[in-house]
């Protein structure tokens, strides 16, 4: 009698290869930033969808769409009549415009292009975790979906943060570093997710990377406690700006 709820961020490794409601969850989100190739980042524009089974729907907050009919003969009528409906819950359109973009993504790949998506990443994320896999720690194993978590621990020996400093030396290679420290089960976690859209060439040069790192951190440690070395800015005080941030920003002196 429990009810399986999916994390939508799974949706990049199974995309047209296997349905959720078929595996048995009643209630699934969907990461259209992830997935469906919208925007993210700077704290928005998030979007998202929810979907349940048909059992779920009459709770579903209100007012809904009704389709009736189907193909160039199909009507859409709002229905307020929800019983069992919690109400309305936000803005019914929210940020459509977001949405817009994800229902272009998706009619633009098609059945098979969804599932080339996925293929692709899996694909990409396992190739990647197989270069790494000599110089660093892989908890879970090197096979995987479409990402892989794995554990700087073994540089440990010569750096006390290892996975911080290396993500802060991944910039002067040209690289946005991964996720550290998540999950927090993981020691020193990097969680790196190459998606379907990085080409083997770019993996390769990602993964030479890594491993010059890993090679740094034995010869001179000093090098990664340092960097970024060609950014404009290096380190960051974070427990400052965690502890006293600045909230207001002016691009000029505001005239008298």
């Known amino acids: ?34 997935t469906m190739s919208t925007p993210h980042g700077g704290g928005g524009p998030g979007c998202g969808a929810v979907t349940v089974k048909e059992f779920l729907a009459p709770f579903l907050p209100g007012p809904v769409i009704v389709k009736e009919g189907e193909g160039e003969s199909a009507t859409y ?32 790949q098609g059945a098979d292009g969804l599932r080339d998506v ?21 908890p879970y194993g090197a096979r995987c979906m479409h990402e892989f978590v794995l554990s700087a621990e073994k540089q440990k020996a010569h750096i006390p943060k290892p996975a911080l400093e290396i993500a802060k030396r991944l910039m002067d290679f040209g690289f946005y570093p991964p996720t550290i420290y998540f999950p927090l089960i993981v020691n020193e976690a990097m969680m790196i997710e190459p998606t379907e859209t990085e ?40 427990v400052g700006a965690a502890r006293d941030p600045i909230l207001a920003y002016r691009c000029c002196p505001v005239p008298e």
Request: charged share 20%; net charge negative.
């Open 1 to 34: 009698g429990g009810l399986l709820y999916m994390d939508g961020a799974n949706m990049n490794a199974i995309l047209g290869v296997v349905k959720p409601g078929e595996m048995g969850f009643d209630v699934q989100h969907y990461n259209l930033h992830k």
């Open 77 to 108: 009528r709002w229905e307020h009549d929800l019983p069992l409906s919690i109400g309305k819950v936000h803005g019914f359109y929210g940020n459509w415009g977001i949405a817009a973009r994800a229902y272009a993504y998706i009619s633009s």
């Open 118 to 138: 996925s293929e692709t990443a899996v694909l990409n994320a396992n190739y990647l975790a197989s270069l790494l896999q000599e110089k660093f720690h892989f």
């Open 199 to 238: 080409t083997p060439e770019k993996l390769r040069q990602f993964a030479v990377a890594m491993l010059q790192i890993a090679h740094e951190a034995e010869m001179n440690p000093d090098l990664l406690r340092e960097a970024p070395h060609g950014t404009p800015v290096g380190r960051l005080d974070e």
